[in-house]
């Protein structure tokens, strides 16, 4: 997420974690480093001085906790300051009242269709059951992109392209769904006068009455989005924000902080091209990543969302007894790949993210997608048993996936040093250390 900030703001933690001594020209250097890395972000000069005479402040007159290094107190007080840049809590949805009313609001171009359907996806996976009304009456096609995106998750529509009301639709799709738990009203995106967004947004709001207007805005504009969250919010009492486009977004860091000063909420970040690409915003997880100190909660929030109980509790017991067999490795695959973006969840796990490059991790993804077309070439005895897989079968598993011989010798080849690492490992009590994690990724990297 955002460029190359947090790949510079790692790399500024690691340099701190290496120095011996902590002292004035230390802490002086890591500051230097954080406002590089924060202007080159695009975050408000002005703002960055701030936080850098705060964190630097704090480093030279204030004396470690009892039982935490120098070392350790510097990087708390970067943590907490750059947790303080981006203000509030966590703030999730309250929906306690049916129908709730979301009116999503958003200019042109802010990806506020697309985050439409990743909100449909997360309100899915905490129960819930959202409808769309699409009142979009000046995009061409806005009803059938609309639902296109979102009919594989069995979200229902209301629409009508031959009706230009944008108001007389939204009264029929509130008709429509009124016994629906959350019903979700796109609306037209708009240029960048705001007082066209706030017009149209006071008069759907008086016949919406929704709980929660939310507009989206695109993280690529860096402190620009300041100004619309300020418009936005002192237009109405209830509102928050949603910044997409995070990914790879080298003003990203400008769009957030200049949200965050206004003090209007941020909701939710979009941080990938997925459906599954939208969290939840949570300042301290946000920056516990973003400085490389790895996202524990998030990651084990993933999994269960993601990962079939009981397929994943036969795989670890059949890895911890000596009796994994490709099928299992499959299913731990495809684990995987439903938790997200392979560099993603490294980076939820502390010192894993930076240890491995972004190219490294493309590499391993690519490997692990033709492993499983080796694997589906595979009979369900040979996946059940691979110890039968001799050349004759080697040579039908590799006409049948379009690879070479040497590269099913390559995946069999990797079952077998899983299977004796994963053996080993359930001798000694099941405990995964951070060596032998990276001798298992070191596999794919060979």
Same mark, same amino acid.
């Given at each position: 997420m955002l460029g190359n900030l947090g790949e510079n703001l790692t790399n500024t933690m690691k340099k701190l974690v290496g120095m011996t001594v902590i002292d004035k020209k230390t802490i002086k250097e890591v500051v230097k480093d954080i406002q590089r890395a924060l202007i080159q972000s695009d975050v408000n000069i002005a703002l960055v001085l701030d936080l850098s005479k705060k964190i630097e402040s704090r480093a030279l007159e204030e004396k470690p906790p009892k039982g935490i290094t120098p070392r350790e107190h510097v990087i708390t007080i970067i943590y907490e300051e750059m947790v303080n840049l981006l203000g509030k809590d966590a703030t999730n949805l309250d929906?306690?009242?049916?129908?709730?009313?979301?009116?999503?609001?958003?200019?042109?171009?802010?990806?506020?269709?697309?985050?439409?359907?990743?909100? $449909?996806?997360?309100?899915?996976?905490?129960?819930?059951?959202?409808?769309?009304? $699409?009142?979009?009456?000046?995009?061409?096609?806005?009803?059938?992109?609309?639902?296109?995106?979102?009919?594989?998750?069995?979200?229902?529509?209301?629409?009508?392209?031959?009706?230009?009301?944008?108001?007389?639709?939204? /009264?029929?799709?509130?008709?429509?769904?009124?016994n629906r738990k959350v019903v979700i009203?796109?609306?037209?995106? /708009?240029?960048?006068?705001?007082?066209?967004?706030?017009?149209?947004?006071?008069?759907?709001?008086?016949?919406?009455?929704?709980?929660?207007?939310?507009?989206v805005i695109d993280g690529t504009i860096g402190q620009q989005a300041g100004e619309q969250a300020k418009a936005f919010s002192q237009a109405t009492d209830i509102g928050s924000i949603i910044i997409t486009k995070l990914d790879g977004s080298a003003k990203g860091g400008g769009a957030m902080s200049a949200v965050a000063e206004t003090g209007a909420s941020i909701k939710f970040i979009g941080t990938g091209e997925r459906i599954d690409d939208f969290e939840l915003f949570d300042p301290e997880r946000f920056i516990s990543r973003l400085l490389g100190m790895g996202d524990i909660k998030s990651l084990i929030e993933k999994a269960e969302e993601n990962i079939d109980e009981d397929i994943a509790q036969k795989t670890m017991n059949n890895m911890m007894s000596g009796k994994f067999t490709l099928l299992d490795m499959k299913n731990q695959f495809d684990m995987m790949k439903k938790m997200g973006p392979m560099q993603q969840v490294l980076n939820m796990i502390p010192g894993m993210g930076n240890k491995i490059s972004k190219e490294a991790t493309k590499m391993t993804e690519d490997k692990i997608e033709k492993y499983k077309v080796m694997m589906s070439s595979m009979t369900e005895t040979e996946m059940m048993d691979p110890k039968i897989i001799k050349q004759s079968r080697i040579q039908r598993i590799a006409r049948g996936a379009g690879v070479e011989e040497i590269e099913v010798k390559e995946l069999l080849k990797y079952y077998n040093n899983t299977k004796k690492t994963m053996k080993g490992l359930g001798r000694r009590g099941g405990r995964l250390s951070g060596g032998t994690m990276n001798r298992m990724m070191g596999q794919f990297m060979k």
């Open positions: 929906i306690t009242e049916r129908p709730y009313k979301i009116l999503f609001l958003g200019l042109q171009g802010s990806g506020k269709t697309t985050t439409i359907g990743k909100l $449909c996806r997360f309100l899915q996976k905490k129960g819930f059951n959202p409808a769309v009304v $699409c009142t979009d009456t000046w995009r061409p096609a806005a009803y059938e992109q609309l639902k296109q995106l979102i009919e594989d998750m069995d979200v229902p529509v209301y629409g009508d392209p031959s009706n230009k009301d944008a108001l007389d639709l939204a /009264r029929k799709g509130l008709r429509e769904f009124k009203f796109d609306t037209a995106g /708009r240029h960048k006068e705001e007082k066209d967004l706030i017009a149209e947004m006071n008069e759907l709001n008086d016949i919406i009455n929704p709980n929660e207007a939310i507009l």
